[in-house]
């Protein structure tokens, strides 16, 4: 059976500092850069020779050791600890629920303080374990500004965007819950990697467009991958997005990461339905920044994702365009099957109709992740879902989420 451990029940919680709200009163030191850090280093009066050592020293305890109180800065004397603490917060969201599936998927809600926002924001971080690697799938709005008519985060207004700190703070918080860092348990049952880290890739693939927060999905993203912190490669960082075409090459750029395509369909005409920001940027644009992504080789391939809709999409000669769209360009092929929600229009393809796609656009050369035995699991879930719609298990909706966020960057 799935557990759904209820978090807002204080003896369940994991123990955390006893500061009323510290994130929402006080800035914090989490997703700044470097720059930032120093710059705070001064506004604490730190003289300025030793600002880039203690912003070392900071970044060492944040992102190395996981620490989220300044009181178990042991390297800092303990006057700059309280001297920061009374300025600053390194403490985490609270987490409001966790969800646990049969296949050791996992699922937080943690809740953010408003941030000049006027209310606080929840926000879903799932967390998939495979064969050696854990994929943790990270949102970077709450809502979005886009429409894409299959998809549920469309029919919800744009409430804001995520900060780096929040975007962040996801991945910090699955590592403390995981047993990721140093000093953290690893919870009995687990399932994660044998061997290793417990997060050993990361996607932009939970709700909002990415590239509309730009700035801080990079800051967040450097600082995840920054090699005496975090230390992900950029090969383990996939960000996913509809096509916001400017920001592709900035993505590549200035970021240097794995990129994912929500492409859906291979005609303007149907796209421009599915996913209107096609209308801006049409599949031409659209597939010639593709080819031209800075970095992009057969080592590292873009991974387009294309999600099955019964009588839609789903037909032998869209497999045909598709493979003629994506010719000369070293890609990855992601088929998802649709996962219905309450109200949306769409039915997810039948198994064989899936499996005949597949098959295609595998005799052509790309890889199709649906053979895998989780994409097995995602059958039964699928063919559930006609009689039962609107009332979608838990767990279905997990393997579901997990066959969407799995296989993506390198192993
Ligand atoms: N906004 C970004 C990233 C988040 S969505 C983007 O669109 O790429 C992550 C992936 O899930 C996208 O490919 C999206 O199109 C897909 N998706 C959204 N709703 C879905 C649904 N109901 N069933 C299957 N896939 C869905
Ligand atoms: Fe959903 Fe992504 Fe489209 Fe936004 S851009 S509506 S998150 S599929």
Redesign the pocket.
Known sequence: MPATIDLTDPSARPARPSTPRPMADKPTLVGMNRDEMVAAMADAGVPEKQRKMRVNQIWHWLYIRGVSDFADMHTISRDLRENLASRYTIARPEIVEEQISNDGTRKWLMRFPPRGAGRPVEVETVYIPEEGRGTLCISSQVG?T?T?T????GTQKLVRNLTAEEILAQLLVARDRLGDFPHKDTPQGAIVPAEGRKVTNIV???????LYNFDEVKKALLIAADGDGLALSRRRITL???GVVPGIVRTGEEIGVML???L?AVRDELRDELVPINKKYPLKELLEACRTYPGVSNARRITF?Y?MLKGVNDSLSDAKELVRLLKGIPAKINL??????PG?NYECSDWETIETFADFVNANGYASPIRTPRGRDILAACGQLKSESERMRKTDRLA?EAM?IAGHGAD
């Open positions: 979005c886009l894409c299959f998809c549920h985060t932009m693939m939970g709700m909002g467009e990415p996913s997005t509809s994912a395509i929500s859906h994702e999600v998802i099957p649709f996962n219905p929600w949306s579901l969407m």
